[in-house]
């Protein structure tokens, strides 16, 4: 049995989000980030958006655990504004995009993936203000996994890498047709429970075909028992991950 303990349950309703004002002026009706700074000397940033219904704190407990083992890196956790959600009858909840199925993942909302995007963008244009590009990994879980493969490889500078836990690429066919060739290398980390009752296990693997189809570098870990959620294992496997393609991240204070 692998271990859970650590993290909770990734949640379907997050509690009412903090209502602070961002500078940008794109960003001036989402919560303020929760930001997590690097323990040693800050080398680099790992962008982490939160699934649906959640928001950035949902993820604090895993971004405290990655600092312990990547001491130089600042962890930065946006909170989604709040919509309505179809496939939740409408209710408003924090939600990168509007959801309308779990079935075809390219009928996905167009419009609120290109608005989510250009807050990716401009989240790590903030943070290019204090390392380099290259230094930046972007990632998520479920819907925000889902944005940040949407998003980071069709950035036009080139990032470090790319995260996507219990989550899936939507519109693929578009996608294709835009990755920026800044990202065209840019390795992706795929983690996925085989028991998720959300994002079924197949949608990672057809993930997988498709980056790699397009000639993108792609480490997948399937964890055996695992719902909708993350584990200990999968975060380990992430941190080294994270401290081969961040340059110094886990090197000594």
């Known amino acids: 049995m692998l271990a859970r303990s650590l993290f909770a349950l990734q949640r379907i309703v997050a509690p009412p989000p903090v209502r602070a004002a961002m500078t940008s002026r794109r960003m001036a009706t989402t919560p303020k980030p929760i930001v997590v700074d690097a323990v040693g000397e800050h080398r680099s940033t790992l962008l982490f958006f939160h699934g649906l219904g959640d928001s950035g704190a949902g993820f604090l407990d895993v971004a405290e655990y990655l600092g312990t083992k990547l001491p130089h890196t600042r962890f930065v956790l946006p909170t989604a504004p709040t919509q309505p959600v179809s496939i939740n009858m409408g209710a408003q909840m924090p939600s990168w995009y509007d959801i309308r199925g779990l079935s075809d993942r390219d009928l996905e909302d167009f419009e609120g993936l290109e608005r989510s995007?250009?807050?990716?963008?401009?989240?790590?244009?903030?943070?290019?203000?204090?390392?380099?590009?290259?230094?930046?990994?972007?990632?998520?879980?479920?819907?925000?996994?889902?944005?940040?493969?949407?998003?980071?490889?069709?950035?036009?500078?080139?990032?470090?890498?790319?995260?996507?836990l219990s989550a899936y690429l939507p519109l693929k066919d578009k996608w294709l047709r835009r990755i920026e060739p800044a990202n065209a290398q840019t390795k992706a980390f795929i983690g996925h429970g085989m028991d998720d009752p959300m994002v079924a296990v197949d949608l990672a693997h057809r993930t997988k075909a498709v980056l790699e189809g397009a000639n993108i570098p792609v480490e997948m870990h399937v964890y055996d028992g695992l719902p909708h959620s993350v584990c200990v294992e999968e975060i380990d496997e992430l941190a080294r991950f994270l401290g081969g393609a961040l340059p110094g991240a886990n090197s000594k204070l």
Do not use: D, K, P
């Open 117 to 164: 995007m250009a807050t990716v963008h401009e989240l790590i244009a903030l943070e290019r203000e204090r390392v380099a590009c290259e230094n930046i990994a972007v990632g998520g879980f479920s819907q925000g996994g889902a944005l940040s493969l949407y998003a980071a490889y069709q950035y036009a500078h080139g990032l470090a890498a790319v995260v996507a």
